[in-house]
């Protein structure tokens, strides 16, 4: 497979590496995020939320009550 396009950000502090990378061949495209913890929030910092770590996906309402988890439980 060769390589059309790429794009990344990646930073590290203490040997710990984070960051993304797009890339695509031109027949398939990719999107990854490497990091310890992955949260999508609301602007305002506050409200409903989810977030990826250590093999759980989980969600969590406007009161901060956990509603859903997928992969590895608690």
Avoid: C, H
């Avoid at 027949?27 to 989810?50: H, K, L, Q, W, Y």
């Amino acid at each position: 497979t060769s390589l059309f396009a790429r794009a990344a950000m990646m930073i590290s502090a203490g040997n710990v590496i984070t960051g993304w990378e797009n890339t695509t061949n031109g027949a398939v495209s990719s999107f990854r995020i490497r990091s310890d913890v992955f949260e999508v929030v609301p602007s305002t910092g506050t409200g409903e939320r989810t977030a990826y770590s250590n093999g759980s996906w989980k969600g969590w309402d406007s009161n901060n009550v956990k509603r859903w988890q997928l992969g590895k439980q608690d």
